[in-house]
């Protein structure tokens, strides 16, 4: 392992300015998200449609750092045979790959869920380095609910990150450890605060435990939020205060940067939770977005599966990542939210 090359693609991922486009979504929920604006989830669409993003040059050469890929579209190419790994790296950003074969029922645990997908999968990062991915990803997903998360959920799913990322460093890839609090229930703010402490705890010690180098990592949490059905929705400035406080106290400065996922936030929400917590700072490691829905909700409606609205779904993807490029350095305002399309 060389932790200063690991170290120097982590810094990269988090670079002032910049975020990470989560493109990574498995074949499954790429089809919920065609079916919504109308689109045949096919091998050529989907390909079309990540060719779309990958081609936006504005968003891509300013505002993203790295793009993470699932399984098929790393080996895709683009309609005129360019590999799509090729035209993430001509515009500057890193490719990455999503490496978890998702979740399955926690035996013994009612409700609650554990990540697979540690079997060959030092085989499978040898074949994706190979193909150019310098980073990789694995989500753990918690839930919160009556009685749960239990320990064991928290345990299991933390032990299998760790494994994961001391996997990924050994075949010199940086891993984004990715332990996902849903926002999903009716829990405030405080008991979200409670458990993503909990669970953050847990995987830096297992992390710990299992040697992985945090100056070769990237961290990607939930932001601490009320749950989507909370009657009381917490404000912006709740959020941020809350979330940075809880980092400062559960994530080591050796850990070059955090990337949040959106989970589920509207865009704005999103990003104007971003730039809030940059009015906090100076912070101890780099801040920044790792969206999926945040940053593709507004091209694949602008987009809709039509050949003549590329330039409108790019458009919309820039505005977004230019927006979140913003708030990484704590320079967005809402008057910048004009329509792109
Ligand atoms: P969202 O931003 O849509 O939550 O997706 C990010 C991600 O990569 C989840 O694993």
């Known amino acids: 392992m060389n932790l200063t090359e690991l170290n120097k693609v982590a810094t990269a991922m988090v670079a002032s300015g910049k975020g990470i486009l989560a493109a ?14 109308g689109v045949e989830s096919t091998e050529d ?4 449609y990540r060719e779309m ?13 790295g793009v993470i890929l699932y399984d098929e579209t790393i080996w895709q190419d683009a309609k005129d045979g360019t590999p799509l790994v090729k035209l993430i790296e001509q515009s500057g950003a890193i490719p990455g790959i999503k490496v978890d074969e998702g979740t399955q029922a926690l035996p013994m645990c009612p409700g609650e869920l554990v990540t697979v997908g540690l079997d060959r999968l030092a085989e499978r ?13 694995w989500r753990a997903v918690i839930d919160i609910g009556s009685g749960i998360p239990s320990m064991t959920a928290i345990s299991v799913n933390a032990h299998a990150l760790a494994r994961y990322a001391a996997l990924c460093q ?9 332990p996902e609090v849903l926002m999903d229930g009716d829990h405030d703010i405080d008991r979200c605060h409670e458990v993503t402490q909990r669970v953050l705890n847990k995987t830096f010690q297992e992390l710990r435990v299992q040697r992985v180098a945090l100056e ?11 749950g ?22 559960c994530v080591p400065a050796a850990v070059p940067g955090i990337a949040f996922l959106s989970g589920g936030q509207s865009d704005e929400e999103a990003t104007a939770h971003l730039n809030a917590m940059h009015k906090l700072g100076p912070l101890p490691w780099g801040l920044t977005f790792s969206y999926g829905r945040a940053l593709q909700a507004a091209p694949q409606k602008a987009w809709a599966g039509k050949a003549e609205n590329v330039a409108a779904g790019q458009r919309a993807f820039s505005h977004r990542a230019r927006m979140n490029g913003l708030a990484s350095k704590g320079e967005w305002q809402s008057s910048l939210e004009q329509k792109a399309a």
Do not use: H, W
Request: glycine share 4%.
């Open 125 to 137: 990062l040898k074949k994706y380095y190979e193909r150019g991915a310098r980073f990789a990803k």
């Open 53 to 65: 993003l990958f081609r936006s040059k504005e968003a891509m050469s300013q505002y993203i750092s």
């Open 24 to 37: 990574d979504e498995s074949s499954g929920t790429i089809k919920k998200r065609f079916d919504a604006i």
């Open 228 to 249: 989507k059905k909370c009657p009381k929705q917490a404000s912006v400035e709740e959020v941020a205060e809350k979330t940075v406080r809880l980092l400062k106290a």
């Open 45 to 48: 669409n989907r390909r079309d």
């Open 216 to 226: 070769g990592m990237v961290l990607k949490p939930n932001m601490v939020i009320s």
């Open 170 to 178: 050994a075949a010199q890839i940086v891993p984004i450890v990715e």
